[in-house]
């Protein structure tokens, strides 16, 4: 295999597979599969995730198919500019890299060895712009655990498509953050557990487009998202996700306070600064005003910030993981909240002004 390609845009393809694990057990997965035998293509996997990808080239000279280590070729491409030529063996065992006077050679796996695309031929399609599905996972990932042994639908995004709707819903047991949006549908209602390494992958896959429309396949035990020429496959996980809507719905707050979203983040960075290990911040409503403050263990740092709002009610003073609420706002947009309370032990939700598709909620601390 031969070919020219410029090295701005195949860095750009090399840094989506970068952030695939790295499988100590299976060598083979460390590489990625580069062939122009009729398209010019690029694949790799970690067995949960895989991407496929057209390429650009400036010139396909030799026809071919090479299993190339991904990290050290990504590292040589990141540090040359202009057109780099890729020149394989004629056993494929090796790969030549030619750029100006820059010459390296990697050594290269079997294109055999390697795990073939996985195919998802789903009979549910579903259409939608890739910039509000990266919205989507920006405003529930946050929410999400790393993968455990115990409970793995908490180390997941659930992707629920239910009769016109898709929702996004990520949880770690403590807080949960909802989003929904209408879509093109049948009656359909089927909850999909996506790991939240995959969802950090697509996430990249996606920025990279414009605002072009996304397809969603769904089979069995996979999920595709595509475009011409490209496609990202997630292996979904199977377990027991919390009942999210009684969660969200049925939440009783009796009490609302309408804040600046900007005010509150910027007061929560600086309660964070003099708060304990637990980010424990206390919130004490009182009339037209948030009363904010902290304190780290053992007397070294404390901190108070007053805030306005609008707030009628009782005076209320409760507890919460400070940074939740800061990783909830890092994500919104619009420039008003609304915290809806009931007392100091209950559940509060935190929904964005004019955006009724969205809402956070939290568990309070025992303070």
């Keep these: 295999m031969k070919i020219i390609v410029k090295s701005e845009e195949f860095k750009k393809t090399l840094q989506v597979i970068q952030g695939l694990s790295n499988d100590r057990a299976m060598p083979v997965l460390d590489h990625f599969i580069l062939s122009n035998n009729g398209s010019n293509t690029l694949m790799a996997t970690d067995l949960t995730t895989s991407i496929k990808e057209t390429i650009d080239v400036v010139k396909a000279e030799v026809k071919g198919t090479v299993g190339i280590p991904r990290k050290k070729l990504y590292e040589i491409i990141n540090q040359i500019e202009g057109e780099v030529t890729l020149e394989s063996s004629k056993d494929n065992s090796s790969i030549k890299v030619l750029s100006g006077n820059s010459k390296f050679k990697l050594s290269c796996i079997n294109p055999s060895d390697y795990p073939t695309f996985p195919e998802v ?196 003073s409760i507890v919460f993981n400070a940074r939740y609420f800061l990783d909830a706002l890092n994500t919104l947009t619009g420039n008003k909240v609304t915290i809806g309370l009931k007392d100091p032990l209950s559940i509060s939700r935190m929904m964005e002004a004019n955006n009724p598709d969205y809402c956070f909620v939290a568990m309070p601390m025992r303070g």
Excluded at 242 to 263: F, H, Q
Excluded at 272 to 292: D, G, K, M, P, Y
Aim: proline share 2%.
């Design 121 to 316: 031929e789903g009979t549910l399609n579903i259409v939608l712009g890739a910039r509000k599905l990266v919205e989507m996972i920006e405003k529930t990932a946050h929410c999400v655990n790393s993968l455990n042994d115990t409970r793995y639908a908490l180390g997941c995004l659930l992707i629920h498509v239910k009769q016109g709707r898709l929702n996004i819903v990520g949880t770690d047991g403590h807080r949960m953050a909802v989003i929904g949006t209408d879509i093109e549908s049948g009656d359909e209602d089927i909850q999909l557990l996506v790991p939240k390494s995959s969802v950090q992958r697509l996430k990249q896959f996606l920025l990279r487009s414009d605002d072009d429309k996304v397809t969603m396949k769904v089979s069995k035990d996979r999920m595709s998202f595509s475009f011409p020429g490209r496609e990202i496959v997630i292996r979904l996980m199977e377990g027991t996700f919390p009942v999210y809507e009684k969660i969200s719905g049925e939440i009783d707050n009796d009490k609302n306070a309408d804040l600046s979203v900007d005010d509150l983040r910027g007061a929560l960075k600086r309660m964070l600064i003099v708060s304990n290990a637990s980010n424990a911040v206390r919130f004490e409503f009182e009339s037209n005003q948030l009363i904010l403050s902290s304190s780290e263990a053992g007397g070294i740092g404390q901190g108070r910030e007053v805030i306005p709002v609008e707030y009628r009610g009782e005076n209320l």
